[in-house]
């Protein structure tokens, strides 16, 4: 069983940044995939970003690409978001989910484990 908790969400006017975090539970952290979705009001949860097991393989939305770095931290069981020049379209409720395997998927339904979410609004 992992637990996760993202925080670092907020309020933040258009081009700025802002930086998620997502704390796991367990010993087991480097077993699991990391990824990181949003769902917008009215919206599907889309996919955001992910990283392998070990850090060395990331895939990324196009509509981040470029503006949006995923990074993970295997000795404090943390994986990361760093979000910049952001726009008012990627205001979202921000999700972590971990999948057990070292193969890196980029499908929500594939994910065995969720956080409850962290808000993210941008301001134009």
């Known amino acids: 069983q992992v637990q996760l908790v993202e925080s670092g969400g907020g309020l933040v006017t258009a081009g700025g940044s802002l930086r998620l975090s997502c704390a796991a539970s367990?010993?087991?952290?480097?077993?699991?995939?990391m990824g990181w979705f949003r769902q917008a009001p009215g919206k599907e949860r889309e996919f955001v970003a992910a990283?392998?097991?070990?850090?060395?393989?990331?895939y990324y939305a196009d509509s981040v690409k470029g503006r949006f770095t995923i990074s993970r931290d295997n000795p404090k069981n943390t994986v990361y978001l760093q979000m910049n020049s952001l726009k008012p379209e990627d205001t979202a409720v921000y999700y972590c989910a971990a999948r057990f395997g070292r193969t890196t998927v980029v499908t929500g339904s594939e994910y065995d484990y969720w956080g409850q979410g962290t808000q993210v609004t941008v301001s134009s």
């Open positions: 367990g010993r087991t952290f480097s077993s699991y995939t």
């Open positions: 990283v392998s097991w070990s850090g060395g393989i990331t």
